[in-house]
Antibody, heavy 127, light 106 residues
Framework: QVTLKESGPGILQPSQTLSLTCTFS??????????VGWIRQPSGKGLEWLAN???????YYNPSLKNRLTISKDTSNNQAFLKITNVDTADTATYYC???????????????????WGQGVMVTVSS | EIVLTQSPTTMAASPGEKVTLTCRAS?????MHWYQQRSGASPKLWIY???KLASGVPNRFSGSGSGTSYSLTINSMETEDAATYYC?????????FGSGTKLEIK
């Protein structure tokens, strides 16, 4: 059974660094083809992909966040992390982590999608 | 960046009615994926690789499309299908989602 759960500070002030943790079970990030992604959703709005990390430590980021993101993992403890520096009120949202599944051929990823999601953690940026 | 445009933005359907939601991509993608999000809940994978139903999804749902045009169809609307549906492309980075279609029951 695959489960993911996000944790974070709840509230932080503008210009601070947001640190989020995703603790998961039912799969391993050391297994070929496995990945975890972070997605956020401001209240009443749509989904925005932030970053992915893969089993081989390959990382991808949404360029719209302009180098503010850092994704990492702790394979032995089944955790993934996301840091967002210099937060602003626009970063107020529910943050989700999700397991990534892929369709691949000849070891080339054709497409990827999020097959299991955490419950989300609300983060508010306010002075 | 591949922009996904969903239509309609909102719609209401009566029980038993056939519903079609559309997602258009600004560039060709190999597959489209769909998520259902009920109010106050996390998104759930609903349809993946354009036409495959995720585990537990009723077979009144179907997905189709290719290139830049994709759709999700509900053969016969039920009350429990009221939710927001998002499409997502995983063909190229940055991964992108559509802005969603809010489907309500009449």
């Amino acid at each position: 059974q695959v489960t993911l759960k996000e944790s974070g500070p709840g509230i932080l002030q503008p210009s601070q660094t947001l640190s989020l943790t995703c603790t998961f079970s039912g799969f391993s990030l050391s297994t070929y083809g496995m990945g975890v992604g972070w997605i956020r959703q401001p209240s009443g709005k749509g989904l925005e992909w932030l970053a992915n990390i893969w089993w081989d430590d390959d990382k991808y980021y949404n360029p719209s966040l302009k180098n503010r993101l850092t994704i990492s993992k702790d394979t032995s403890n089944n955790q993934a992390f996301l840091k967002i520096t210099n937060v602003d009120t626009a970063d107020t949202a529910t943050y989700y982590c999700a397991r990534i599944d892929i369709l691949s051929t000849m070891m080339v990823i054709i497409t990827s999608f999020f097959d299991y999601w955490g419950q989300g953690v609300m983060v508010t940026v306010s002075s | 960046e591949i922009v996904l445009t969903q239509s309609p933005t909102t719609m209401a359907a009566s029980p038993g009615e056939k519903v079609t939601l559309t997602c258009r991509a600004s560039s060709s993608v190999s597959y489209m994926h769909w998520y259902q999000q009920r109010s106050g809940a996390s998104p759930k994978l609903w349809i993946y690789e354009t036409s495959k139903l995720a585990s537990g999804v009723p077979n009144r749902f179907s997905g189709s499309g290719s290139g830049t045009s994709y759709s999700l169809t509900i053969n016969s609307m039920e009350t429990e299908d009221a939710a927001t549906y998002y499409c997502q492309q995983g063909s190229s980075y940055p991964l992108t989602f559509g802005s969603g279609t809010k489907l309500e029951i009449k």
